[in-house]
Nanobody, 125 residues
């Protein structure tokens, strides 16, 4: 059974930092692209960042580029999202996701095969 479990969310002041983690287990193969999405209250789920299996390729939403960094440790099956210079508009539930689809699909939530249950990030002004 595939499980993606997010952790690291919480309350932080604007300008602060948080690191989210996603622990993956049960994926049928190792060649999964891992991504982070977020959903703010009354808004649709949106792409945040993605990373290839090797870690050699990444993609970021324009709204987080330069502030967030995605990385992965395949020896531990963990994906990280380091978030810095946080803004109140970053407040959302952050979800980890996995897919085997190519880069053209990384930003599409419908292309994700597996999802975690999410972790809440609240940024106060």
């Amino acid at each position: 059974q595939v499980q993606l479990v997010e952790s690291g969310g919480g309350l932080v002041q604007a300008g602060g930092s948080l690191r989210l983690s996603c622990a993956a287990s049960g994926l049928p193969s190792s060649s999964y692209v891992m991504g982070w999405f977020r959903q703010a209250p009354d808004k649709e789920r949106e792409f945040v960042a993605a990373i290839s299996w090797s870690g050699g390729s990444t993609d970021y939403a324009d709204s987080v580029k330069g502030r967030f960094t995605i990385s992965r440790d395949n020896t531990k099956n963990i994906v990280y999202l380091q978030m810095s210079s946080l803004k109140p508009e970053d407040t959302a539930v952050y979800y980890c996701a996995a897919t085997q689809k190519g880069r053209d699909f990384w930003r599409a939530s419908l292309a994700m095969n597996y999802w975690g249950k999410g972790t809440l990030v609240t940024v106060s002004s």
